[in-house]
């Protein structure tokens, strides 16, 4: 609340007053009474310290329970996924009283990628909303996260944006033995309210109560090298214990009261003292107020007055100028502003009549697009739908409009940005939803939801995956029996072989290997595209991968007669990744520089570590891809011009490239179509790897 000139003066005068009590307060407490009872000191110190110990008993009872959860096999498998483990694990402990069971305030699950798995807060209040500061991604939980892992444990006394305090405790994730490795981080926190003081002050037998560093400033430092003992104005004496929080910073005050006998006189004198102080300040006060209004604030009520009195509707009235004092500056800026803000509405009123064509364009757009569009507000609540949206969705507008957006689309995830298009099924259809995340930042939470019907895509699409998936099962076993025959012939197992009969068994060899070598980059190709492959990912240094693939590859490398070479002393590479499939992408890339390597060539491969990723460089000195074939070569069987003298299937690239947008990076090539082709692909580095 704003206050005026004369509230502010009398609220300098007040402060002031309030200064020299206190400093009265204090000549009385620590000159003429410094000695006095030193019983009562003590017995109100015990009181403080019992208190204070609560405080720790309490947070090794909530980092106890946490054990009993943090290290079980169902919490254990339930981090592992959805599943019947998941699901059971939910009926029967995330029910809807769990935190009031255990009278917790929040309950969090961390994954092992240091993301949110699942959230639930309840505040003393009963409400469900979540605690801010405690959410997932917030620097508390990740510090707890981080303590956790490093520690095995992390427990203590925390303060929230908002000031209350809390008991919070976390631990990694184990089995009920308390093996590994860790499957997340789990955190409990438990409020420190007014139920959890009376219970405390109920056990204590004594009243106990909380208090904010701010509302006793001048007894923090005391308090941080042991027990504040005052007097309240009550004559109660009065005992502060400093309680810490998680990393050893002050973080409230504990105060317990005791009555005690303080003689008459010496609260006489002490009154005596505060009446005459505030008497001063009285007559103090009437003098600075008459004095103000005549010399200050008259002129600036006349000067209000005038301003109250300018009208809407009379853009040319101004306010009088007198003399060449302050106020006289005020009005003339004031008249300075009226001036722009007649120039502001001019322009606002062209601004409005462009906005309202722009606005019909966009209506009839929206009535016209095949696609269906829908705009929600902060709160998630349908503002706009288009009439492809009512189709797609089978909802009339009274259906859509006005609706969460959970109502609309109860099939849809919760999204915030460019996770891409999500498909869901509505009357037998699929629809790809697609989330807009500019308006999220930028206007107050509103989103647009885009909608389009993909269903004969899809269906052409999987019709196409479970041909070649068919084709390809039932290829491999009759393979796999040819080549087992072919090697049975090449042992000798069916008699001795002529050498015609020997060059026709190893050529049938060598085209069953690359019959099985196509039918199992077939299946490879099918399951990425299906989207069913899960990544395990972990930190990975691609420095050793590289070496390890380089090394493998290096008899095909001189039988070529090409140089295979790498940085020995590279510096580490880390990139969170899984390394299984991230070094079949490398040996697919370092295979193609050897095979379209010249003669005495050379391939080198290197990685490199930057801010946010890891780049792997494949550079060969062979015929080159000419530009207008270097994003073709990532399409399904398609073979380069010049290839056809290596073989090859037309697969490894497109696997590779489906393996690294797995991964959230990229792929690509560089070359001039005449001297060397350079390959590169990059992975993320591990979240908070710096």
């Not at 409400?127 to 991604?137: S, V, W």
């Not at 590859?553 to 590479?573: F, I, K, R, Y």
């Not at 079949?584 to 801010?611: C, M, T």
């Amino acid at each position: 609340m704003a206050l005026s000139l004369r509230r502010k003066a009398g609220l300098g005068l007040l402060i002031l007053g309030l200064a020299g009590i206190l400093a009265l307060v204090a000549f009385h407490r620590f000159v003429i009474s410094e000695q006095f009872d030193r019983v009562e000191h003590a017995e109100i110190e015990r009181d403080a310290r019992r208190a204070a110990n609560a405080i720790d008993v309490e947070t090794t009872r909530l980092d106890l329970l946490l054990y009993d959860w943090s290290s079980w096999d169902d919490t254990y498998r339930f981090m592992d996924g959805p599943g019947s483990a998941f699901d059971a694990y939910v009926e029967s402990n995330l029910v809807d009283d769990i935190l009031e069971s255990l009278q917790l305030g929040a309950l969090i699950y961390i994954d092992r990628a240091g993301d949110s798995y699942f959230e639930t807060w309840r505040w003393p209040s009963g409400d469900m909303a979540p605690i801010q500061g405690l959410e997932a991604e917030s620097p508390l939980v990740t510090e707890l996260v981080r303590g956790a892992q490093r520690f095995d444990k992390t427990c203590g006394v925390i303060l929230l944006p908002n000031g209350q305090p809390m008991l919070v405790s976390a631990r990694p994730i184990l089995t009920s033995d308390d093996d590994g490795p860790a499957h997340g981080t789990l955190i409990m926190a438990r409020w420190l309210d007014d139920d959890f003081i009376a219970s405390l002050s109920e056990s204590l037998a004594t009243p106990i109560r909380f208090e904010p560093l701010a509302s006793e400033p001048d007894i923090v430092e005391r308090a941080s090298e042991q027990l504040a003992i005052a007097v309240t104005e009550n004559g109660e004496l009065n005992g502060q214990a400093l309680v810490r929080d998680i990393n050893g910073e002050p973080a409230f005050l504990i105060e317990t009261n005791q009555r005690r006998g303080i003689n008459s006189l010496r609260n006489q004198v002490l009154w005596l003292g505060v009446a005459a102080i505030v008497a001063t300040l009285g007559v103090t006060g009437v003098m600075v107020y008459f004095g103000a209004n005549v010399l200050l604030l008259r002129p600036m009520l006349r000067l209000r007055g005038e301003l109250a009195e300018l009208g809407a509707d009379e853009e040319h009235q101004r306010v009088t100028v007198r003399g060449r004092d302050e106020i006289a500056e005020v009005a003339g800026a004031v008249n300075a502003m009226l001036n722009r803000l007649a120039e502001s509405a001019a322009e606002q009123e062209r601004l409005t009549i462009a906005a309202s064509e722009q606005e019909e364009v966009a209506r009839t757009a929206l009535l016209e697009m095949g696609e269906g569009f829908l705009a929600f507000d902060a709160s998630g609540n349908c503002l706009i739908s288009n009439p492809a949206a009512g189709r797609m969705l089978q909802k009339s507008p009274d259906e859509i409009l006005g609706r969460h957006i959970t109502q609309i689309l109860p099939a849809a995830r919760p999204s915030e940005t460019g996770d891409g298009p999500q498909v869901i099924e509505i009357g037998g259809r699929s629809l790809a939803i697609t989330r807009s995340a500019s308006l999220n930042r930028g206007r107050g939470g509103r989103s647009v939801v885009v909608l389009r019907d993909v269903t004969d895509i899809l269906d052409v699409e999987r019709l196409k995956r479970d041909i070649i998936s068919t084709v390809s099962h039932e290829l491999r076993t009759p393979l796999t029996s040819i080549r087992a025959t072919v090697e049975l012939f090449q042992d000798g197992d069916g008699g001795a072989l002529t050498d015609v009969q020997s060059r026709m068994v190893s050529l049938l060899s060598r085209n069953t290997d690359r019959l099985l070598h196509i039918v199992n980059d077939l299946l490879a190709l099918t399951t990425l595209e299906s989207g069913a492959v899960a990544l395990r990912r972990e930190e990975t240094d691609l420095s050793v991968t590289i070496a390890r693939v380089v090394e493998d590859l290096q008899p095909s490398a001189v039988a070529a007669g090409v140089t295979l070479e790498t940085d020995g002393n590279a510096e580490p590479a880390v990139a969170w990744c899984d390394e299984p499939r991230i070094r079949h992408v490398i040996e697919n890339l370092v295979q193609n520089a050897i095979k379209f390597s010249l003669p005495d060539g050379e391939v080198y491969v290197s990685a490199r570590a930057g801010a946010h990723e890891v780049t792997v460089t494949v550079t060969d000195q062979g015929l080159g891809i000419m530009p207008a074939d270097q994003q073709r070569v990532f399409e399904k069987f398609y073979r380069a011009p010049g290839s056809e003298r290596v073989g090859g299937t037309g697969l490894g690239l497109p696997i590779a490239k489906l393996i690294v947008d797995l991964h959230g990076g990229r792929i690509w090539i560089e070359s001039d179509g005449a001297s060397g082709t350079t390959a590169r692909f990059t992975v993320p580095s591990p979240p908070g790897f710096a």
